[in-house]
């Protein structure tokens, strides 16, 4: 997902789907620790996109 994509969203969609992306890290990563991913680089992408949702939300909160 990108920048802009996520700026596109509102809050509440925005939080909502922060929890999805946050389930499906911890799955990923317990999954990668029982066996490994086939691609690894996956949990890297979720991380990345996880910090971005969480910036947006913080950038929103501070201009209101």
């Given at each position: 997902m990108k920048i802009a994509e996520i700026r596109a969203l509102s809050v509440e969609a925005l939080?909502?789907?922060l929890a999805a992306e946050v389930?499906?890290?911890?799955t990923?990563?317990?999954n990668h620790s029982i066996a490994?991913?086939?691609n690894p680089a996956q949990?890297?992408?979720a991380?990345?996109?996880i910090?971005?949702?969480k910036t947006v939300?913080?950038?929103a909160e501070l201009n209101n």
């Open positions: 939080k909502e789907r389930a499906n890290y911890n990923l990563v317990l490994p991913l086939e949990i890297k992408f991380r990345r996109a910090a971005q949702m939300l913080r950038e």
